[in-house]
T-cell receptor, first 112, second 114 residues
Framework: QKEVEQNSGPLSVPEGAIASLNCTYS??????FFWYRQYSGKSPELIMS????GDKEDGRFTAQLNKASQYVSLLIRDSQPSDSATYLC????????????FGKGTKLSVIP | EAGVAQSPRYKIIEKRQSVAFWCNPI?????LYWYQQILGQGPKLLIQ????????DSQLPKDRFSAERLKGVDSTLKIQPAKLEDSAVYLC????????????FGSGTRLTVV
């Protein structure tokens, strides 16, 4: 069973700070990586994808990938209370697979 | 485009009863997934369809769960008989064939088994 590991949190940050969410995965051949946001009582929503080593920025969100370390992270700059949610890391269980294996998620609370 | 449709939104049943969930994927999406999400955990894949064929059902508890996707469009997931530990949100997701750009989830069905 391919593993995707995340700290369950909760992670609390003050409004305006940078929130850093981390994820490690076990399958070295994984080629694509995704971050989903899940508000309480709602279904997961895709917010970021990253396929190459390095950083990918989209507004206040930056995804960082290090395939050698099997590590992917999500940074949220200028955190807002509306960012309070559970963030799920998702990775395909092998090259060429289209299904996703999810971590348990990290619960983020942004304190006003 | 219309999203992934699921029904019902909520269901409460007694243990040993049966229940069925329905999913209509985004138009044109050949791949359909059913996930189970227990409270406090990440979604866990139950079954993956490509058109009307099963690609992966290795984590589906086949003694009580069944799923079908007739005509490669709508899908139903059935539990019979239900156990207390089946209480969870059942999520359906779809994606275009041959692409891994992530996928879109429906709103889910929250099942409570009492």
């Amino acid at each position: 069973q391919k593993e995707v590991e995340q700290n369950s949190g909760p992670l609390s940050v003050p409004e305006g700070a940078i929130a850093s969410l981390n994820c490690t995965y076990s399958d070295r051949v994984s080629q694509s990586f995704f971050w989903y946001r899940q508000y309480s009582g709602k279904s997961p929503e895709l917010i970021m994808s990253i396929y190459s080593n390095g950083d990918k920025e989209d507004g206040r969100f930056t995804a960082q990938l290090n395939k050698a370390s099997q590590y992917v992270s999500l940074l949220i700059r200028d955190s807002q209370p509306s960012d309070s949610a559970t963030y799920l890391c998702a990775v395909p269980p092998g090259a060429g697979s289209y299904q996703l294996t999810f971590g348990k998620g990290t619960k983020l609370s942004v304190i006003p | 485009e219309a999203g992934v449709a699921q029904s019902p939104r909520y269901k409460i049943i007694e243990k040993r009863q049966s229940v069925a969930f329905w999913c209509n994927p985004i138009s044109g999406h050949a791949t359909l997934y059913w996930y189970q999400q227990i409270l406090g955990q990440g979604p866990k894949l139950l079954i993956q369809f490509q058109n009307n064929g099963v690609v992966d059902d290795s984590q589906l508890p086949k003694d009580r769960f069944s799923a079908e996707r007739l005509k490669g469009v709508d899908s139903t997931l059935k539990i019979q008989p239900a156990k207390l530990e089946d209480s969870a949100v059942y999520l359906c997701a779809s994606s275009p064939a041959g692409k891994n750009y992530g996928y879109t989830f429906g709103s889910g069905t929250r099942l409570t088994v009492v």
